[in-house]
């Protein structure tokens, strides 16, 4: 009977400054509409940054001291690379508009020269056993470059319009991209015959589209436009190629795992 008669207990008022702590705001209690992307990024930076560096790893693993020496990188083949390189800016300021007719002109014998240099420096290195993995590397940069470079150039000269340049660039990009992805797996992509008849029929196109001449240009234009859009087909055609056999082989290896 005390018992039930006893007053409850009444808890003593906390001291200042007690409890303030626990009404304060704390960022991590706060739900805000970002925080699962920033969650989604901290999981996924540290496996970009990864493949990154182990991208740059298996580069410098495959690039040995004697490819890094005098010798090796002012060989035949990588010098034609090296001119093949410095006609790229000659060749934007000659296509600034407005390009006449004769700047026009010597861009198209440089682009010419240039092209012929792709040619000439894959034969030298292979038959004087002058493969490097500087030239490896140069080589396919230096015709991404070139060719890029004139596409853009065309656009304010109304030979090709520039959604059809974001395709061809559009491709390069995501191929280049995903040769990176395998690299830093241990997959190297080589090039296929399919990538290498698009080079050559962009290479046709750009030679039809870069000289001016009055009486036969429509001519010029409509043969350069159709090996453009030849390459544009090949290029995406050899694209899903890649990308199929990048899946096929990292099924193998995960089944291969398992």
């Given at each position: 009977?005390?018992?039930?008669?006893t007053?409850?207990?009444?808890?003593s008022?906390?001291p200042?400054?007690i409890?303030?702590?626990?009404r304060r705001?704390?960022?991590?209690?706060?739900?805000?509409?970002?925080?699962?992307?920033?969650?989604?990024?901290?999981?996924?930076v540290?496996?970009?940054?990864?493949?990154?560096?182990?991208?740059?790893?298996?580069?410098?693993?495959?690039?040995?001291?004697?490819?890094?020496?005098?010798?090796?990188?002012?060989?035949l083949?990588?010098?034609?690379?090296?001119?093949?390189?410095?006609?790229?800016?000659v060749?934007?300021?000659?296509l600034?508009?407005p390009?006449?007719?004769?700047?026009?002109n010597l861009?198209?014998?440089?682009?010419v020269l240039?092209?012929?240099?792709d040619?000439?420096?894959?034969?030298l290195?292979?038959?004087?056993?002058?493969v490097?993995?500087?030239?490896?590397?140069?080589?396919?940069?230096?015709?991404?470059?070139?060719?890029?470079?004139?596409?853009?150039m065309?656009?304010?000269?109304g030979?090709?319009?520039?959604w059809l340049?974001?395709?061809?660039i559009?491709r390069?990009?995501?191929?280049?991209?995903?040769?990176s992805i395998?690299?830093?797996?241990?997959?190297?992509?080589?090039?296929?015959?399919?990538g290498?008849?698009?080079?050559v029929?962009?290479?046709?196109?750009l030679i039809?589209l870069?000289?001016?001449?009055?009486?036969?240009?429509w001519m010029l234009?409509?043969a350069g436009l159709f090996f453009?859009?030849?390459?544009v087909?090949?290029?995406?055609?050899?694209?899903?190629?890649?990308?199929?056999?990048?899946?096929r082989?990292a099924?193998r290896?995960?089944?291969?795992?398992?």
């Amino acid at each position: 009977m005390s018992a039930a008669l006893t007053p409850a207990r009444t808890a003593s008022p906390a001291p200042p400054g007690i409890g303030l702590q626990s009404r304060r705001w704390k960022p991590e209690t706060l739900r805000h509409p970002f925080l699962p992307v920033r969650g989604a990024l901290t999981a996924c930076v540290p496996n970009v940054v990864k493949t990154i560096f182990s991208v740059k790893k298996n580069s410098a693993t495959a690039m040995n001291r004697s490819d890094l020496s005098r010798q090796s990188l002012t060989n035949l083949p990588n010098i034609l690379t090296y001119i093949r390189m410095a006609t790229i800016p000659v060749i934007v300021v000659l296509l600034t508009p407005p390009a006449s007719m004769n700047s026009s002109n010597l861009a198209f014998l440089l682009y010419v020269l240039a092209s012929i240099t792709d040619y000439l420096d894959g034969i030298l290195a292979r038959r004087r056993n002058l493969v490097t993995s500087v030239g490896k590397l140069l080589d396919p940069l230096a015709d991404k470059l070139l060719t890029s470079a004139v596409l853009i150039m065309l656009i304010p000269l109304g030979k090709v319009q520039a959604w059809l340049v974001f395709l061809i660039i559009g491709r390069e990009l995501i191929i280049t991209g995903l040769r990176s992805i395998a690299a830093g797996h241990g997959l190297i992509l080589n090039a296929s015959r399919m990538g290498k008849n698009k080079m050559v029929s962009q290479t046709i196109a750009l030679i039809f589209l870069l000289p001016s001449v009055p009486r036969i240009d429509w001519m010029l234009d409509y043969a350069g436009l159709f090996f453009l859009w030849v390459s544009v087909v090949l290029g995406y055609w050899s694209a899903m190629d890649y990308f199929s056999h990048f899946y096929r082989e990292a099924k193998r290896r995960s089944q291969s795992k398992e």
